[in-house]
């Protein structure tokens, strides 16, 4: 009788043991596919991460491009020799011309037009003739 008790015992703990060792490779396998499933969660969002960052460097590559353009643009026309030299020119030939209006109309307001008649002075003549 305590022949089959032990023995009885021990057929109970065989199965316990196999039961135990069949839980704790669930167990493990389980484990292992949480953390499979946190890497890829992990991944997807390193990866929409890098995704965002991607299209946000994109956008401002486009805007680095955008203000080289202008920039260089900006230079070519604005601050090149040839242009500031044309602009002086320009100037020069307005304030040129505004002096020589103000010294014919002067000289036609004194009587003392020591040169050509002015543009306006002869139309004004042929008006009134």
């Known amino acids: 009788m305590l022949e089959a008790e032990l023995s009885d015992i021990q057929e109970r703990y065989f199965h316990m043991s196999l039961k135990y060792a069949e839980v ?23 990866l929409s991460e890098k995704e965002i960052l991607s299209l946000k460097v994109e956008n401002l590559l486009g805007k680095i491009n955008l203000l080289e353009s202008d920039l260089s643009f900006f ?15 320009d100037e020069e030939e307005v304030v040129a011309a505004e002096r020589a209006s ?23 003549s042929s008006v009134t003739s």
């Open 24 to 46: 704790e490779a669930e167990r493990e396998e389980l484990v292992m596919k949480l953390k499979e499933v946190g890497l890829m969660e992990e991944t997807k969002r390193l």
């Open 75 to 89: 230079v070519e026309n604005e601050h090149s020799p040839e242009s500031c030299e044309e602009r002086w020119d």
């Open 102 to 124: 103000e010294v014919n109309f002067a000289d036609e307001i004194s009587g003392i037009n020591t040169g050509p008649p002015s543009p306006t002075s002869s139309n004004e």
